[in-house]
């Protein structure tokens, strides 16, 4: 049986991929011999920004600086919990300057910004679930983000964190594993984690969608959702048939350019929660 599902209205961060290339490559999806389409690649990613506008969301922009080809993955830049603003500190130098330029956006804005002094990739590796266990956030290391970013986070956000051990190179960062399709559940593949890592899961979401390899690798679990809509990449056709039963409606998205960077939906917007 399929409770009512209701949308709840979202405020997001976005940052055209005006200036998005693969000119590296730190993860496993990039390849520097594939060229992008700069023009389709800020068509799809316009085509993404309207379709959350139309479903009734704010979305903010971030400038896009020449030279930070990545800027387009506005998720990673920092991890926004009940107006507190846990920055980013990424793993590769290539990444590194992107941290400024969010700080700079979040101080402009009047949010109470804390600096971090551990590597971490902000919401690529952090998922807020507000009514989850009484707010719980959820907390990816393995690959790109360190284990003590998670206990920094904990005293930073005054939330509780769970941490889950990513072993599976493919999904470096929790993003493209897991996502939350309403403020207490969950969507995620379970081979992305460790067998403990797993266990905890299973225990904190016993409801949860499971997804399959198939659905992951179309990187359909780096998705976005407002407790209704779920908006994914429309590549993820199976995972969104399991979305639809589970009551939910699935919105698929074209979004082959910027996959090309290792990233989808999720990778491309920030939650501003107030």
Not at 190 to 212: E, W, Y
């Amino acid at each position: 049986m399929n409770q009512q599902r209701v949308p709840r209205k979202r405020t997001y961060l976005m940052c055209s991929p005006e200036h998005f290339a693969v000119e590296y490559a730190i993860n496993p999806w990039m390849d520097v011999t594939t060229a992008v389409d700069a023009e389709l690649a800020v068509k799809q990613w316009d085509r993404l920004r309207e379709t959350l506008v139309g479903l009734g969301h704010d979305v903010h922009l971030l400038t896009p600086e020449a030279g930070l080809p990545d800027m387009v993955f506005a998720a990673n830049g920092a991890f926004v919990v009940d107006g507190t603003v846990y920055g980013a500190q990424f793993k590769h130098e290539q990444r590194a300057a992107e941290a400024a330029a969010h700080r700079a956006f979040y101080e402009s804005q009047g949010w109470r910004f804390i600096a971090p002094s551990e590597t971490n990739e902000g919401e690529g590796d952090f998922a807020y679930l507000p009514e989850a266990h009484g707010g719980l956030v959820l907390a990816g290391h393995g690959f790109r983000t360190e284990l003590p970013a998670h206990a920094e986070a904990q005293e930073a956000l005054g939330r509780p964190v769970v941490s889950l051990r990513l072993v599976d190179p493919r999904f470096y960062h929790l993003d493209v594993a897991l996502a939350s399709i309403d403020d207490e559940n969950i969507v995620y593949f379970p081979g992305a984690f460790s067998a403990a890592s797993q266990k905890v899961l299973t225990q904190l979401f016993p409801d949860a969608v499971i997804a399959d390899d198939e659905d992951a690798m179309s990187f359909g679990l780096n998705l976005v959702s407002d407790g209704l809509n779920v908006v994914l990449n429309s590549e993820a056709t199976r995972l969104a048939g399991k979305l639809k039963a589970a009551g939910y409606h699935p919105v698929p998205v074209e979004l082959a350019e910027v996959k090309k960077g290792g990233g989808s939906v999720k990778c491309c917007i920030a939650e501003l929660r107030h």
